[in-house]
């Protein structure tokens, strides 16, 4: 087991950093299943833009991204983020917690 004394110290557990970095993954693993979806998509010599239709489809997936997880919640995945890390934040700001690694334990905190 690892003594958490000290881990996150000042900062408030479950805050607006947690929340931030949530809401950061959240919009990066939208703009990578848009990316992805994208490239499923067979090119038209007819219709294919080039090297600057390339960059700004990019552009345009990641302004799609974070408006998806920033507005009304998102898809969800950042509140369940916020929800099963805050847990492990306000766990490990009591004193004496420790964090348990061994199998079996789902590393939980103690």
Do not use: H
């Amino acid at each position: 087991m690892m003594p958490l004394d000290g881990v996150g110290a000042g900062r408030p557990a479950g805050g607006k950093q947690l929340e931030e970095a949530a809401r950061a993954f959240e919009s990066i693993f939208v703009q990578t299943l848009l990316k992805s979806m994208r490239a499923t998509i067979q090119k038209n010599e007819l219709f294919d833009g080039g090297r600057g239709e390339e960059i700004f489809t990019g552009m345009m997936d990641q302004q799609f991204a974070d408006a998806a997880a920033g507005r009304g919640g998102g898809i969800g995945l950042a509140k369940m983020i916020v929800a099963q890390y805050g847990k492990y934040a306000r766990a490990a700001e009591e004193p004496g917690a420790t964090l348990d690694l061994r199998p079996g334990t789902e590393g939980g905190i103690r």
